[in-house]
Nanobody
Framework: VQLQASGGGLVQAGDSLRLSCAASGRTFSSYGWFRQAPGKEREFVADISRSLGSTRYADSVKGRFTISRDNAENTVYLQMNSLKPEDTAVYYC????????????????WGQGTQVTVSS
């Protein structure tokens, strides 16, 4: 079972990037993106349920980031627009294996990070 994140890079403020996370080995009930900036704790960015496609976003990215999924490809995306220097971080994709509704936010599979750097 593997989550493979890609798409990070160095961009300027105001630019866009699209991150991808390809899951292999099994399907998951939810997928999420988290990020960790230097010297800070990892924080939630966005997530999406596989079945209904319901989404949640951190307040800091609402209106700028869009999470989506392609169930046929078992891939989740994070479209990031109007990037700001404070979006600079290592971005991680994660997934929930449980189908229990009460555990829908318990991320138990994690991919490697992809670096996003936004210059001012």
């Amino acid at each position: 079972v593997q989550l493979q994140a890609s798409g990070g890079g160095l961009v300027q403020a105001g630019d866009s990037l699209r991150l991808s996370c390809a899951a292999s080995g099994r399907t998951f009930s939810s997928y999420g993106w988290f990020r960790q900036a230097p010297g800070k704790e990892r924080e939630f960015v966005a997530d999406i349920s596989r079945s209904l496609g319901s989404t949640r976003y951190a307040d800091s990215v609402k209106g700028r980031f869009t999470i989506s999924r392609d169930n046929a490809e078992n891939t989740v995306y994070l479209q990031m627009n109007s990037l700001k220097p404070e979006d600079t971080a290592v971005y991680y994709c994660a997934a929930v294996s449980s189908t229990n509704f009460d555990r829908r936010y318990e991320y138990d599979y994690w991919g490697q990070g992809t670096q996003v750097t936004v210059s001012s």
